[in-house]
C-alpha cells in the first residue's frame, strides 16, 4: 500500500506565503516525478509544477516566478513553496506520484489534497 499525504495549506491573505508538503509512504521502491496539482471551484484539476528524479522543474505559466517545488529523495517527500499568492491561487492542491512499488509495478498515486485559501 502507498500513501500520500498533502500538508500545509490554510487561510493567508494576498501577497503572503505558504509551504504544502507532500510525503509518499508505504511499499515504494523508487518514485520518479512528483507533482502539484491544483483544483479550483468549478474549474477543471490544472498541473501547477512538476519535477523530476533528477531535480528538474516546470511551472505553470501563472505560477512562475512565484512558486517553487522541491523534493527530498531520502524522506520521499515534495514540497511547494507558494510566494506573493494572489486570491485567484485558492484551490485544493493535490499531490501526485509516479513510483514504484515493491510489485515493480509504474504507477501514478494521488493525495487527498490540502485547502489552499487566499483572501484579497
Known amino acids: 500500500q502507498v500513501q500520500l499525504v498533502e500538508s500545509g495549506g490554510g487561510l493567508v491573505q494576498s501577497g503572503g506565503s505558504l509551504r504544502l508538503s507532500c510525503a509518499a509512504s508505504?511499499?515504494?521502491?523508487?518514485?520518479?516525478?512528483m507533482d502539484w496539482y491544483r483544483q479550483a471551484p468549478g474549474k477543471d484539476r490544472e498541473l501547477v509544477a512538476h519535477?523530476?528524479?533528477?531535480?528538474?522543474?516546470n511551472y505553470a505559466d501563472s505560477v512562475k516566478g512565484r512558486f517553487i517545488i522541491s523534493r527530498d529523495n531520502a524522506k520521499n517527500t515534495v514540497y511547494l513553496q507558494m510566494n506573493s499568492l494572489k486570491p485567484e491561487d485558492t484551490a485544493v492542491y493535490y499531490c501526485?506520484?509516479?513510483?514504484?512499488?515493491?510489485?515493480?509495478?509504474?504507477?501514478?498515486?494521488w493525495g487527498r489534497g490540502t485547502q489552499v485559501t487566499v483572501s484579497s
Open positions: 501526485n506520484a509516479y513510483l514504484r512499488d515493491l510489485q515493480a509495478v509504474w504507477r501514478a498515486y
Open positions: 519535477i523530476n528524479s533528477g531535480g528538474s522543474t
Open positions: 508505504g511499499n515504494i521502491l523508487s518514485i520518479n516525478t
